[in-house]
């Protein structure tokens, strides 16, 4: 059940549209959200909280957490199956 990159609408124009709704609602309906933006959300969570309810990370911020690991690690994790 994957949508289409279109659907994606960034929390700053949603909450434009919807200046009623909560970040949390956001969230809700667009599960993917850039890890700066989350951790600006919960200061406290770590890295890879935000990991796991985002599995895909680009490959220059993995490369920021992971310096010593490869891109063919980067590659395995997210181009299986």
Request: hydrophobic share 20%; aromatic share 20%; net charge negative.
């Amino acid at each position: 059940m994957q949508q289409g990159h279109s659907s994606y609408i960034p929390w700053e124009q949603w909450h434009q549209h919807h200046p009623h709704s909560s970040w949390q609602q956001w969230h809700h309906q667009h599960p993917y959200v850039p890890w700066e933006q989350w951790h600006h959300h919960y200061p406290h969570s770590t890295w890879q909280q935000w990991h796991q309810q985002n599995p895909y990370v680009p490959w220059g911020q993995w490369h920021q957490h992971h310096p010593h690991s490869s891109w063919q690690q980067w590659h395995q994790t997210y181009h299986q199956g």
